[in-house]
């Protein structure tokens, strides 16, 4: 049984910066390829940022320059740091892992996904 859990979210000014964290469980973390997610009020889930086992690491052109995703394998645990922080960033911030070691790059591809965590700009 594979467990995600994110931390990290919160309120934040317009410009402000956040990070979250995800921590793995059940599973072999340096082999499993993560990433994360958002859904925005109103919209579908789309891909923010991604890496497979290789540590090929992937951005969204919306978070490109802005936000940074990265590893920890000694504590089985990804994170996302978020910088210059836009309104349009709200959304509701998913961690997800694909067990064949490639990076999640659609939602179809994610085999484990965490709770979420909320994630307000505030102009």
């Known amino acids: 049984q594979v467990q995600l859990v994110e931390s990290g979210g919160g309120l934040v000014q317009v410009g402000g910066s956040l990070r979250l964290s995800c921590a793995s469980s059940?599973?072999?973390?340096?082999?499993?390829?993560m990433g994360w997610f958002r859904q925005g009020p109103g919209k579908g889930r789309e891909f923010v940022a991604g890496?497979?086992?290789?540590?090929?690491?992937y951005h969204a052109d919306s978070v490109k320059g802005r936000f940074t995703i990265s590893r920890d394998n000694n504590q089985d645990t990804a994170y996302l740091q978020m910088d210059s922080l836009e309104p349009g960033d709200t959304a509701v911030y998913y961690c997800?892992?694909?067990?064949?070691?490639?990076?999640?790059?659609?939602?179809?591809?994610?085999?484990?996904w965490g709770q979420g965590t909320q994630v307000t700009v505030a102009s």
């Open positions: 997800a892992g694909r067990r064949n070691g490639r990076p999640p790059l659609t939602a179809t591809e994610v085999d484990d």
């Open positions: 059940g599973r072999t973390f340096i082999v499993y390829g």
């Open positions: 890496f497979g086992r290789n540590d090929d690491t």
